[in-house]
């Protein structure tokens, strides 16, 4: 059978190459040479529809040599065509079957262009191709047959495409040199069609992540001794997982085989088989099978498995028993995920000899008995999850020798004792979560006062007393704080309204009493109080009403008593809100209506005009005098601003704008003018009397921050003089004196993307997919140009939705420069600046959420800390979720929950999207076209989320990529082109 299926082949690949031959004579016979290869160059020019005269601006120029032609290399000797290499080039139309009569041809690489259409069966001729690379376009249609007939081909990348159809036969039986072969994320279909007679015994990468593939992993790949790299993540694949496969794969370092269909042997009840396979394969560095419901123990053999391995991710299976304690003889592991699973028993206290450990995920599990203190004894671990399990028994102190702890997950279990304030010496902590648990006696000061808390504390639900400690207050960019469901008594400290990041509040379930503070209506950001099942009384503070943040509000089952207002927060709220408060009236259907006494308002009358009389004429009379003399003193001079010298001002033409203009454009810096606030100030919006509509950011000198503000000031302008483009924020003009800094901008009358992504229910806000793609482009453009383009590099480090606004055509502008870095390349071309960290806060320079993993490890701020920021963006936007939103708080960052639900769960993922339907076309296409873009743009983030900095891409590839995505929609009839501002044409 081996021979008959070998001479079939043969025959079939002579027969081609007779068919494709006889095409060569009937149209180029008559020419040889560079001359032929000129016209062949000239008929694929002829293909690419798109303005081709920037990246082909010397093609077919009779004063240009053939051989010195943008993206050609020719043989030095017969000055024929080797090499065509046209990537990255934003090039659209067809690729021309021309390309066959470049029959030197060694190298093609389209890559990264907009390239559409099928890929042309001729390329099936060009015998002394080595490297075919048409990765990242727009290419649909089937891989042609005839590839197959490649035999000198080692490089191929068809990879992230709109590919269908079956992998053709031919591709892993003929093509015998080949040693890379990348056919991923794309939309292939089928079986792997890898025959038992076929050997590709150079193959060292297979990747075939994100398809549509089916069928078991097929057993002829022990045939390909040579592998290093094997990705069938994110595809239907079924079957047992293979007993002898990678036994016979001595060089493999990378397995991928998660979120398939895949089992464990005997009826899914054996992985010893499996993981027996492994034991050969001596230099394996990451291990991933989560997602596949493989069922059966670990067997104890998993300490046997390569010393090298790096991670290893079994989670989101059926995996029960025990966890071996030889798993500690992998003691290069640095990422161990076992969550989601159905483990029993103790947590191996032999753990600790995997002293390499950085992230241990064993939530969700049967676990049982007490937390080993020998966990304090791993140096590097950053994350401990070991939640949702049945541990018990008091909190080792130990655990206050973990100097790198980040995140200390220990919620849902039946953990008991008093919390221990040794904690508090894990000053690095971010996340703090022991609820659900039986802890008793009070919240420990020094725990409280963890000021590196920057992300969320909960304490709830459990038996904790005593009253709230002030220490609370130091938690100054805390973002939630969940302390319901205990035996707290005592009032609520007026001092809690120093947490100004405060987002989310919960305090029901308690016995606190007393009034609420106005300080807590008056948390900047605060969008969730929850103060119920309390005893607190008192009226409404008025601060809560004129809150621009706060979406939801619960006080029902206290004493309060008074009206409550109607504006605000309390325009949007239910009789539910409001439960159990005897004293409380109002105009909300359900609760009681106030009652009117004017016998006592006439009485009252003469007195109140009695009183208020003098003050008023004193006013009448008095404040011109005093407004006067204000004016005299408080206008600055803007001859000598600090920043921007005379001659840079009026080379840029900056307008003089002095501080009592900005004054009356602003109402005095009227609360009613403020817009928003940071860190270092507040941003008012106002008018100048030529009817310019500004927007101030005014940074506050008394905030607290000591010098960091001139700094800030100093950088921000230095920023924006230097940078001009359109998905740039344009500074107008800067006003400083001693005590009083502001940057003027121009006000985007649409607000900023947070408010497009978290819009108050029913206020017809929200974004429609051309909008979303668009700003997405718009973010992407803007931050390529300040890493490559701006004349100074810059990094932005503050990517997030505040901090993109949007003008009157919705077009993305990227603002707010205030920790930006301004950078130079050394000469390896490796970015220098100074460090991530605030030299006077001591914290990490950007927000909770955004920053990249290894500024928490000492890293300095980079491009790819930019990158990862914009992909956490783009998983924001695409799941109406923020990265530090409680659903979170199991342990999974943003982009591990989406990567959880990718790819069997779009639904999921995007539920929460701020997308609305806006499509002209039939729903039922548009709907189909919207999952394939959201598709994208979760692959997109994800890969620029990615933990590790090298394998994120650079921006000016993730523009190039959401402009593919922007001209497939206008292909496909969903007019994003029209819908989005026209691309500056210096990026």
Request: hydrophobic content about 40%; glycine content about 8%.
């Amino acid at each position: 059978m081996a021979a008959t299926f070998l001479a079939l082949m043969l025959i079939l690949t002579q027969l081609g190459h007779v068919a494709i031959a006889t095409v060569i004579a009937g149209t180029g016979a008559a020419l040889r040479g560079a001359p032929r290869d000129r016209a062949a160059l000239l008929s694929f020019m002829s293909g690419v529809t798109a303005d081709p005269q920037h990246a082909l601006a010397n093609w077919g120029n009779p004063e240009t040599r053939l051989c010195n032609w943008t993206g050609i290399t020719c043989h030095r000797v017969k000055q024929r065509v080797v090499q065509l290499d046209l990537s990255g080039r934003d090039l659209h139309g067809l690729i021309s079957p021309a390309v066959f009569r470049l029959s030197f041809l060694a190298v093609l690489d389209l890559s990264g262009n907009f390239f559409s259409g099928s890929i042309p069966a001729e390329i099936g001729a060009l015998a002394r191709l080595k490297q075919l690379s048409l990765a990242r376009n727009l290419l649909d249609g089937p891989i042609p047959a005839e590839l197959g007939f490649l035999q000198e081909l080692v490089y191929l990348d068809l990879g992230s495409n709109r590919l269908s159809g079956r992998i053709p036969k031919t591709l892993f039986c003929n093509c015998t040199s080949l040693q890379y072969a990348d056919l991923s994320n794309n939309s292939l279909s089928g079986e792997i069609p890898l025959a038992n007679e076929c050997r590709l015994t150079d193959l060292r990468f297979l990747l075939l992540w994100s398809n549509n593939l089916e069928g078991p992993i097929p057993a002829s790949l022990s045939n390909f001794s040579m592998l290093e790299w094997i990705d069938f993540e994110s595809n239907l694949l079924s079957g047992e997982l293979p007993s002898d496969i990678f036994d016979k794969m001595p060089f493999l370092q990378f397995l991928y085989l998660s979120y398939n269909n895949l089992s464990s042997h005997d009826s899914n009840t054996n992985l010893k088989p499996f993981f027996t396979s492994l034991r050969n394969c001596s230099r394996l560095q990451e291990l991933e099978l989560a997602g596949n419901n493989l069922g059966g123990e670990i067997p104890s053999l998993i300490g046997d498995l390569s010393s090298n391995l790096l991670q290893l991710h079994l989670e989101e299976n059926i995996i029960f028993g025990l966890i071996p304690p030889n798993i500690s003889n992998l003691v290069n592991l640095t990422y161990l995920n076992l969550s989601n699973n159905y483990l029993n028993g103790s947590i191996p206290p032999d753990l600790s000899r995997l002293m390499k450990l950085e992230r241990v995920y064993l939530s969700n599990n049967f676990l049982s008995g007490e937390i080993p203190p020998s966990l304090g004894e791993i140096p590097h671990l950053g994350l401990l999850d070991i939640s949702g399990n049945r541990l018990s028994g008091l909190i080792p102190d130990t655990l206050s020798n973990l100097s790198q702890l980040r995140r200390l997950m220990l919620h849902k279990n039946q953990l008991s004792g008093s919390i221990p304030p040794s904690l508090g010496n894990c000053i690095n902590l971010e996340v703090l979560d022991l609820s659900y648990n039986q802890f008793t006696g009070r919240i420990p000061s020094n725990v409280a006062a963890l000021s590196s808390l920057n992300l969320y504390l909960n304490f709830s639900s459990n038996h904790l007393e005593g009253t709230l400690p002030l220490e609370l207050s130091k938690m100054d960019m805390l973002l939630a704080l969940d302390l319901s469901s205990n035996n707290l008594s005592g009032t609520i400290p007026p001092q809690l309204g120093s947490c100004v990041a405060l987002e989310y509040l919960n305090l029901s379930g308690n016995a606190l009493r007393g009034p609420l503070p106005s300080s807590i209506g008056a948390l900047p950001f605060l969008e969730v109080l929850d103060l119920s099942l309390n005893q607190l009384a008192g009226t409404m503070p008025e601060s809560l009403q004129a809150s621009s943040s706060l979406k939801q509000l619960n006080i029902s089952f206290n004493n309060f008593s008074g009206t409550v207002p109607t504006e605000g927060v309390f325009a949007f709220l239910s009789k539910d809100s409001f439960l159990g408060n005897s004293g409380l009236c109002g105009s909300i259907i359900g609760i009681s209506q106030c009652r009117t006494r004017r016998a006592h308002r006439f009485m009252i009358l003469p007195i109140i005009l009695t009183l208020l009389g003098a003050p008023c004429l004193l006013c009448l009379f008095g404040c011109p005098m005093f407004m006067k003399s204000r004016a005299r003193t408080c206008l600055p001079s803007f001859h000598r601003p600090e920043i921007i010298d005379e001659e840079e001002r009026q080379k840029l033409d900056y307008p003089r704008i002095s501080y009592r203009q900005l004054a009356e454009a602003t109402g005095g810096f009227a609360k009613s003018s403020l817009i928003g606030a940071g860190s270092f100030g507040h941003v008012y919006k106002g008018i100048l009397r030529d009817e310019t509509r500004i927007a101030v950011k005014v940074l506050d000198p008394w905030c607290g921050c000591g010098g960091g503000i001139p700094g800030s000031f100093e950088r921000e302008c230095q920023v924006l003089k230097r940078t001009r483009h359109r998905n740039l924020i344009r500074v107008i003009t800067a006003c400083s004196k001693p005590d009083f800094k502001a940057l003027v901008l121009p006000l985007m009358p649409n607000g900023s993307l947070e408010s497009y992504l978290y819009h108050p229910v029913g206020s017809g806000h929200g974004l429609d997919l051309n909008q979303l793609v668009c700003i997405i482009g718009d973010v992407a453009e803007g931050i390529a140009y300040l890493h490559h383009f701006s004349p100074v590099k810059v990094v932005h480090c503050d990517l997030k939705p505040s901090n993109v606004l949007l003008d009157e055509d919705m077009t993305a502008i990227v603002s707010d420069f205030g920790i930006a870095r301004l950078v130079k390349h050394d000469e390896n071309n490796d970015i220098t600046n100074s460090s991530p960290y605030n030299s006077i806060t001591g914290r990490l320079q950007g927000s909770v959420g955004y920053i990249a993993p290894e500024y928490g490890l000492g890293g300095r701020p980079s491009t790819q800390g930019d990158v990862y920021s914009f992909g956490v963006l783009i998983l924001e936007m695409i799941t109406g979720k923020r990265p530090t939103d409680a659903i979170f708080h199991e342990g999974l960052s943003l982009q591990e929950w989406v990567k959880s639900r990718y790819p069997n769960n779009i639904e999921v993922i995007t539920s929460q999207a701020p997308l609305r339907d806006s499509s002209p076309v039939d729903s039922l296409y548009y709907k189909k076209i919207r999952r394939e873009v959201m598709v994208e743009l979760i692959e997109l983030g994800l890969v620029c989320a990615s933990f590790s900095p090298a394998l994120r891409p650079t921006m000016i590839d993730v523009a190039h990529e959401i402009a593919l995505l922007k001209q497939d929609l206008t292909r496909r009839g969903i007019e994003a082109a029209e819908s989005c501002s026209t691309p500056d044409s210096s990026f």
